[in-house]
């Protein structure tokens, strides 16, 4: 067990539909990166938030939104979806030790949509 | 029919036998890397990290080896047992970004009994 949660675990929904998927990192961890794992593209970097503030973005569609609350849970929020968007979304949450920044994934949210 | 994803690498071994995986990574500048290990329908898990500055590190039942002339990185597991079946990924940091992480696409593991 990482230390990081997601939920829910399975999501399963309609194309145009719109998802939230939460997530809260480590105890004391202020970093939380959200990834997309499909099967045609392995895991992709979406965007990382560090202390409520958004750091660094990759691949992320504009379709696609996040936020860092004060408590440092985040959510990433899927709208207008498409059945390719289908994928398991992962968390993780850093925290950086003698110049290594270890990233702990949570167990991911599997997403169907159909 | 025509099956769809990533070909990743396979890796067969028998139970008992030590197991190598191999990784290229690309940015010679990297500061460190990262081995994860990922079973089916979990999140990756982190195994074991090794500084630019060695050339080998060990951990339980686990020894990085870092050949930065060819810019090569082996995980190899001693003694595989079925657990150990999984997906395998290194990590790298990308340049200039801090600490955003290119994977690569992995190498799946599978332990005979």
């Known amino acids: 067990d990482s230390g990081v949660t997601q939920t829910p675990k399975h999501l399963i929904t309609a194309t145009g539909q719109r998802v939230t998927l939460r997530c809260s990192p480590r105890s004391g961890d202020l970093s939380v990166y959200w990834y997309q794992q499909s099967l045609d593209q392995g895991l992709q970097f979406l965007i990382q938030?560090?202390?409520?503030?958004?750091?660094a973005k990759g691949n992320i569609l504009e379709r696609f939104s996040a936020q860092q609350f004060p408590d440092l849970h985040s959510e990433l929020n899927l709208s207008s979806l498409e059945l390719g968007d289908s994928a398991l979304y992962f968390c993780?949450?850093?925290?950086?030790?003698?110049?290594?920044?270890?990233?702990?994934f949570g167990p991911g949210t599997r997403l169907t949509v159909l | 029919g025509e099956s769809v994803g990533l070909h990743l690498p396979t890796l067969s071994v028998q139970e008992g036998d030590n197991s190598i995986i191999n990784c290229a990574y690309s940015n010679s500048a990297s500061d460190y890397f990262i081995w994860y290990k990922q079973e089916s329908g979990k999140g990756p898990q982190f195994i074991i990290d090794i500084r630019s500055n060695m050339d080998k590190r060990q951990g339980q039942r686990v020894t990085v080896l870092l050949n930065k002339t060819v810019k090569h990185l082996s995980l190899q597991i001693a003694a595989t047992q079925p657990g150990d079946s999984a997906v395998y990924f290194c990590a790298e940091p990308l340049p200039y970004t801090g600490n955003q992480f290119y994977f690569g696409t992995g190498t799946s593991l599978t332990v005979i009994p």
């Open positions: 938030y560090y202390n409520g503030e958004e750091r």
């Open positions: 993780a949450s850093s925290v950086s030790s003698g110049g290594v920044d270890t990233q702990y």
